[in-house]
């Protein structure tokens, strides 16, 4: 080798090699959380212009990566050492894994030389999270280093994206090997051989949308996953078909479309489940059918064919047979799709119109309006303070500034989750992050903080129940050692509201271990160093999300809202889609009413 070359490789450590890989992917921020088995990459952090996050516990590290990803569209990267650093990455590792968030987490392991001798904090990461990762790495010499972590980045992005970790001894952070970037480049990735339109079953998907009536697009993850959006928006207007939600498919669509439904499943739209009970067609858009969507499987869309679009093979028939599965990326296969459709080379009866969905739309707009006088946020003010009102009015705060676009919204999981998806209309893409798959309570607060990392320009508001912030409540002080302006909502009922909500439709009002008790979260706060207030009446939820949002600083305001107030429409387990159990009309009120 030439002094040339030598100069143009330097000879690094291991821990510098991992520094200088991420700088090499476009890493800037990164979360984590020091350790013994981890220090000498800590040590060579210094050299490299990486910002790095000190969280108060590695699930606030995954959880933050997670929001950073979700939020930004790249790969997030949380940090941490071995034993039971790394055994606390788990739950944010199932997190991404579940909803398909492209995160790298790297943790310290114990030199090679002691592996498999129950050394001081050695655990078998690699075996624990092997069903909750893409793909795992362990990582002995130095000269793995770079060669792992590039291909870790390449797994975590390519196909259905998830997350990937990388453990690297003691050792191999601490020898030294010559670093070449680009060498270290891991083969192109190779879809998988099935992920290809095929003619046949694109022209069976044509000749179903021309035969359909009422068609229905059940928009998913994958569409923003693929940054699909503009290219489904375009499809749903041109032949006018209307839009059915999942969870992490709000925001795909503006919401204030009129072809946006709202969402699907256990605590969707009622006009939007009916639709789907009668539609005659159902498109599936980058979503795996998952049994929150479904309800019963037997009763499920029982006059329906259905296409299903995903990039993933094994989702396909996994839960709901399909009658046409085109497998391979979203956005590839609409823009493959749009010409065939108007091929006149085509065989089909091409005078025939696509399909004319003017009646199916009348009729959707019908059931709506039906279900609109059930609404809470139509019946009068009657007092009390219901979560629902504080959602909705969070949301026409922003709207009146005209933030919606810049406004992202972190959930935790329960009740308020499912308020955030009814009630906050989402106009633009990744502006709502929330653990769907898993439903991870403690998820919004680090979440949030990933999202402020990742777009600084927005308006970021962690929504939470008093029993899921309380997970995660000392991430407050990284909020207030990284000096960023967060917005904490916490929806204070007193009670596991989700879990209270079950106990009394199906455990005879059973209140078991669900009333919590929470500290005062305005005095938390302050605690933190961060400023908040207390409101129970509507009328001061405007000026004080108002107060919160032109601030320089965090905010923390406890919402005390109606203790015994449930998620409507509901499917109880078992149920058809049709069969949802409504608000009661008039609202019933709750026993301290009468």
Same mark, same amino acid.
């Given at each position: 080798?030439? $002094? ?32 013994? @088995? ?72 114990? +030199? ?42 390449? =797994? ?66 994958? /569409? ?50 009916? @639709? /789907?009970?009668? @539609? ?10 998952? $049994? ?21 093979? +094994? ?11 085109? =497998? ?16 006149? %080379? ?6 025939? %119109? ?39 009015? =969070? ?46 309570? &403690? ?47 916490? =929806? ?12 009394? @439709? ?9 009333? /919590? ?34 601030? +320089? ?12 107030? &449930?998620?409507?429409?509901? /499917? ?20 301290? $009413?009468?």
């Amino acid at each position: 080798m030439t $002094d040339k070359n030598k100069h143009a490789h330097p000879t690094l450590t291991g821990a510098e090699i991992l520094w200088a890989t991420l700088v090499g992917e476009g890493v800037t921020t990164v979360f984590g959380y020091p350790g013994g @088995a981890i220090l000498p990459a800590y040590d060579a952090l210094r050299k490299f212009p990486i910002h790095h996050v000190l969280t108060r516990h590695e699930q606030g590290a995954a959880h933050m990566a997670d929001g950073y990803a979700r939020a930004s569209g790249k790969v997030g990267v949380a940090i941490a050492t071995s034993g039971p650093g790394a055994t606390n990455l788990v739950t944010g590792i199932a997190t991404a894994m579940l909803d398909s968030i492209p995160i790298v987490c790297i943790t310290g392991q114990v +030199s090679s030389k002691v592996l498999g001798s129950d050394a001081f904090q050695e655990i078998d990461i690699t075996g624990i999270t092997l069903p909750i990762t893409k793909h795992n790495f362990v990582a002995t010499r130095p000269e793995d280093v770079a060669p792992m972590i590039r291909e870790a980045f390449q =797994i975590a992005q390519s196909g259905r994206p998830g997350p990937v970790l990388v453990d690297i001894t003691k050792d191999a952070q601490q020898g030294t090997t010559l670093f070449n970037f680009e060498e270290a480049a891991p083969a192109a990735f190779r879809p998988h051989p099935m992920l290809r339109a095929e003619s046949t079953e694109m022209h069976r998907a044509i000749e179903l949308m021309r035969a359909s009536k009422k068609p229905v697009i059940l928009a998913g993850h994958g /569409i923003i996953l693929s940054a699909a959006e503009r290219e489904v928006l375009a499809f749903a207007e041109r032949y006018q078909i209307p839009v059915a939600t999942t969870l992490l498919g709000l925001g795909a669509l503006p919401a204030s479309h009129p072809l946006a439904l709202g969402m699907m499943g256990m605590h969707g739209e009622s006009w939007v489940n009916h @639709a /789907i009970q009668q @539609a005659d067609l159902l498109l599936a858009f980058g979503m795996r059918f998952d $049994d929150r969507v479904t309800g019963n499987l037997a009763s499920y869309a029982p006059n329906a064919k259905k296409i299903h679009i995903e990039i993933d093979p +094994s989702e396909i028939n996994k839960n709901v047979k399909v009658d046409v599965a085109l =497998i391979g990326d979203l956005k590839e296969v609409l823009r493959t799709m749009e010409p065939l459709i108007h091929d006149k %080379s085509y065989q089909a009866d091409t005078t025939k %119109s696509t399909n004319n969905t003017t009646d199916w739309l009348r009729e959707i707009r019908a059931m709506k309006g039906n279900a609109a006088v059930r609404d809470i946020i139509n019946l009068p003010d009657n007092g009390h303070l219901y979560a629902a009102h504080v959602i909705n009015d =969070i949301w026409q705060e922003a709207k009146a500034a005209g933030r919606l676009d810049k406004t992202i919204i972190a959930t935790d999981v329960g009740q308020h989750q499912m308020w955030e998806a009814q009630y906050f209309k989402h106009e633009d893409t990744r502006t709502l992050i929330t653990s769907g798959g898993l439903g991870t309570m &403690g998820f919004a607060l680090p979440a949030a903080i990933g999202a402020k990392m990742a777009r600084p320009d927005c308006d970021v508001w962690c929504i939470a129940g008093d029993g899921g912030f309380q997970m995660t409540a000392a991430e407050l002080s990284t909020i207030q050692q990284e000096g960023i302006h967060i917005n904490v909502a916490v =929806i204070n009922n007193g009670f596991l509201g989700m879990v209270r909500q079950w106990q009394e @439709a199906f455990y005879d009002k059973n209140y078991a271990c669900s009333p /919590i008790l929470s500290p005062d979260f305005v005095k938390l706060a302050d605690a933190h160093g961060i400023p908040g207030a207390h409101v129970a009446e509507r009328k001061y939820v405007t000026p004080t999300v108002t107060k919160a949002r032109e601030g +320089s600083t965090a905010f923390l305001i406890n919402f005390s809202v109606e203790k015994e107030d &449930g998620v409507y429409p509901m /499917i109880a387990p078992g149920a058809a889609l049709h069969e949802m159990v409504r608000r009661p009309n008039p609202l019933i009120e709750t026993a301290e $009413d009468e």
